[in-house]
Every structure is written in C-alpha cells, then in structure tokens.
C-alpha cells in the first residue's frame, strides 16, 4: 500500500504562483507513473501533469503546459507541481496519484480510474 499526502495549497492572486508537494509512505514509487489530478465542485477529475521517472517524458493538460511544472524526487519519494501565472480557473482542490495499472501510460496518463493510490487533496484557490 502508498500513503500519498499534498501540501502547499492556499489562497494566491492572478498572476501568483503556488508549490504543491506530494509525500508518499509505505511502498516506495520511485521510477513508476505519477500524477497530478484536480476537481472543481461540480466538474469530473481532470488531468493537469504527470511523468515517468526525471529523464523520461512529463505530460501536461492543455490548459496548464506552459504554466505548470512537474517533477519528482525518487530518493525523497516526493513529487512537486509548480504553477506559476494562476487563473481563477485553477481553482480546484489537487490531488496526486500514483498506483497506475493501464497497459499504456503514453496513451492512458489521463485517465483517474487507471490510478490506485490518491492523496487526500490540497485546495487551491485562485482570486481575481
């Protein structure tokens, strides 16, 4: 079992720029499939990043490559998203995940159900 728990969430104005961290307990992930998933009231999941291991690929949403960074600490068992130049339309409660168990992350990264292990969310509020 992975304990997956996020920080770094709060209250930023347009245009600021957040640290999210991830830390994860019990079963190391190191080298296997992450992300970072977020959900405003009343919407789906939705994808924002994810990536691999620190050589290999990263994923990013439309809506946030350019903005956001992902990156991982495999020693540190740590995963960090940082978003720089907020929208209001960030604004979601984010949650990392790992555990993924599709056949093909390159094709099915974006997808919450192929994710196991979730942390318990960090909100981000993002003001006008």
């Known amino acids: 079992q992975v304990h997956l728990v996020e920080s770094g969430g709060g209250l930023v104005q347009a245009g600021g720029s957040l640290r999210l961290s991830c830390a994860a307990s019990?079963?190391?992930?190191?080298?296997?499939?992450m992300g970072w998933f977020r959900q405003a009231p009343g919407n789906e999941r939705e994808f924002v990043a994810g990536?691999?291991?620190?050589?290999?690929?990263?994923y990013y949403a439309d809506s946030t490559r350019g903005r956001f960074t992902i990156s991982r600490d495999n020693a540190k068992n740590t995963m960090s998203l940082q978003m720089n130049n907020l929208e209001p339309e960030d604004t979601a409660v984010y949650y990392c995940?790992?555990?993924?168990?599709?056949?093909?992350?390159?094709?099915?990264?974006?997808?919450?159900?192929?994710?196991?292990?979730w942390g318990q969310g960090t909100q981000v509020t993002v003001s006008s």
């Open positions: 990536t691999t291991w620190g050589r290999g690929p990263t």
């Open positions: 019990g079963r190391t992930f190191s080298s296997l499939p």
């Open positions: 995940a790992t555990g993924f168990q599709g056949l093909d992350y390159e094709r099915t990264h974006d997808r919450a159900r192929n994710y196991i292990y």
